[in-house]
């Protein structure tokens, strides 16, 4: 009888599991069939994202990290990771006792630093940062709907337009969408050809002096803070954007799964 592995504190629980296991695509048509865990691969995966490790310093009592690494990319490739999120989202907002379907959102960017091992970097001259910028969409209950991660560089208004692209995918009933004074200019009439939304900007009140909690936008920036719990997230260690977007995928993953099993 095989000895059982140490547990580690980043281990999807049993009802995590359950709901997880409803929402995640399996194959089971033609073709060669997974032979791991699947719950052993993911528990894997979330251990990287909760520790920060290397994919190679993954404890000997995982499957062999290659093959935990083949299986990201894999569901990388395969938009599985924004597939399971949308559907998590769906459940969790039910949990909230809202309707599955969200029609208000919340728009924000994040810039954070990159390791030199970046393929693409670019510098935010605003917040003097070299690196990469998490532009994310939650819904107003701060679980992320959508991301796309691009060099810093790239100016917030330029860079949700191809967010708004990709929400009309996987959420196009959203109606109204907050944004700061960064997406002033044309992103308002491309949220409403694109996606037929609204978009209003919060700004800050010009007499009231030092930080100011603003209605809808601190949504967004407390998911923002939750990112912080996982060390993965600290800096950008991704060598390509999109495996970027993948891991800010895998923490809204993991963070609704806490949720909805809670």
């Known amino acids: 009888m095989a000895e059982a592995r140490k547990q580690y504190t980043s281990d999807l629980t049993d009802d995590e599991w359950e709901v997880l296991q409803r929402v995640i695509p399996v194959n089971r048509g033609a073709g060669r069939k997974m032979r791991l ?3 052993e691969v993911l528990n894997a995966i979330f251990y990287v994202l909760h ?3 290397q994919w190679r310093d993954l404890p000997g009592d995982f499957p062999k990290w290659q093959s935990v690494y083949y299986h990201y990319y894999k569901w990388l490739k395969r938009d599985v990771w924004p597939q399971v999120n949308a559907a998590l989202c769906r459940i969790a907002r039910q949990e909230q006792k809202r309707k599955p379907n969200p029609t208000g959102g919340v728009i924000d960017t994040q810039s954070v630093k990159s390791t030199s091992l970046a393929k693409e970097r670019g510098y935010d001259g605003y917040k003097k940062i070299k690196g990469h910028k998490r532009h994310i969409v939650t819904d107003t209950c701060g679980n992320m709907l959508y991301v796309i991660v691009q060099t810093a560089n790239v100016p917030d208004c330029k860079g949700a337009l191809a967010v708004i692209k990709g929400l009309t995918e996987w959420f196009p009933t959203l109606k109204k969408l907050w944004a700061d004074q960064g997406y002033r200019g044309d992103v308002a009439e491309f949220v409403k050809e694109t996606l037929g939304a609204e978009l209003e900007i919060v700004a800050h009140a010009k007499d009231q002096p030092g930080f100011q909690v603003l209605p809808k936008r601190w949504v967004v920036e407390r998911t923002f803070g939750w990112f912080e719990w996982y060390r993965r997230l600290s ?8 495996s970027s977007a993948s891991m800010l995928y895998l923490v ?7 949720r909805i099993a809670a």
């Open 37 to 39: 865990s699947l719950r």
């Open 51 to 53: 520790t920060g490790c």
């Open 235 to 242: 800096r950008d260690y991704e060598r390509l954007l999109a």
């Open 252 to 258: 809204s993953i993991r963070i609704m799964l806490k």
